[in-house]
């Protein structure tokens, strides 16, 4: 109770989006009030002296600050905000819960796939953001493109490659490299496919979600209602399909492939 009358409600709603929000009419319940306040409250107890965030929680960090500074916590924490990362979309930021996202965890091949899926005006975006090469160097890649001289593609795919390095090592970005342009420039199947063994009889969508190809049943039938299923390269729209004895090869969208052996 205390740590809510440090703050007002006409401080509160100098936050963007609640403003926004209470000038529309849309509900602003008590509890998101109170988040701010218990994320300020940290920097009191942690006394810190730094803290790093997003330009979308500047209000928050600043909050920390307000904090220290009623409580005497003495000299007030300097507040260093990043850019936001735009997802996959190129439309809101990146997150796991848009699924709009690159893993820094997920397999090489993913983390390349999904580099070369954003648009060309966004590829310069995560450049900036990403990259080690220097504002000056970008400078110099977009003039070229800008001129023809060099291709977009051939940048997002050195933007991926270095990607790929980051997180595990050059020779991988290679082999993700060799596997993307297999798959999607061969059509070929990829060389590494999830290889499982199931029942005869059982459901199209279990067998999609053993298979580790679709996170549940439910999004796999909506995968098949939306023409994204194939069975051994060709597209299936039966969501209540049996698979019967024999080997098939399943795959989701465009880049998730398994081998499932009914028996």
């Known amino acids: 109770v205390s740590l809510t009358t440090t703050f ?7 936050r963007d989006d609640f403003e926004k929000r209470y ?12 988040y701010p306040l218990l994320q300020g409250y940290d920097s009191v107890e942690l006394k810190s002296d730094i803290e790093i965030g997003g330009t979308d929680q500047k209000f928050n960090l600043l909050m920390g600050r307000h904090l220290q500074r009623v409580y005497n916590v003495g000299k007030e924490q300097a507040v260093l905000m990043m850019p936001i990362l735009e997802g996959l979309d190129g439309v809101q930021k ?9 893993g820094i965890t997920e397999e090489p091949k993913d983390i390349y796939a999904k580099t070369l899926s954003v648009s060309d005006e966004l590829m310069w975006r995560y450049y900036e953001l990403l990259s080690e090469k220097s504002l000056e160097e970008i400078a110099t ?14 940048v997002k795919e050195n933007l991926a490659l270095e990607l790929v390095t980051r997180f595990y090592n050059e020779e991988l970005a290679t082999l993700a490299k060799g596997e993307f342009d297999k798959v999607f420039k061969s059509n070929q199947l990829p060389t590494d496919m999830n290889e499982v063994e199931v029942e005869e009889g059982i459901w199209i969508c279990k067998a999609l979600v053993d298979a580790g190809i679709e ?12 023409n994204a299923v194939s069975i051994d390269q060709k597209k299936i729209s039966d969501e209540k399909l049996n ?12 880049r998730k492939f398994a081998k499932v052996k009914v028996k």
Do not use: C, W
Request: aromatic fraction near 4%; charge should be positive; glycine fraction near 6%.
């Open 215 to 226: 996170p549940s049943t439910s999004q796999a039938r909506r995968d098949i209602k939306q």
């Open 243 to 254: 698979l019967t004895v024999g080997e098939y090869i399943l795959q989701v969208g465009k």
């Open 94 to 102: 990146m997150s796991k819960s848009l699924n709009n996202y690159i």
């Open 8 to 14: 007002n409600v006409a401080r509160m709603l100098e």
């Open 141 to 154: 890649m977009k003039v070229d493109v800008q001129k023809g001289t060099l291709h977009p593609k051939i």
């Open 23 to 34: 000038r529309s009419g849309q509900s602003i319940s008590i509890s998101e009030f109170l």
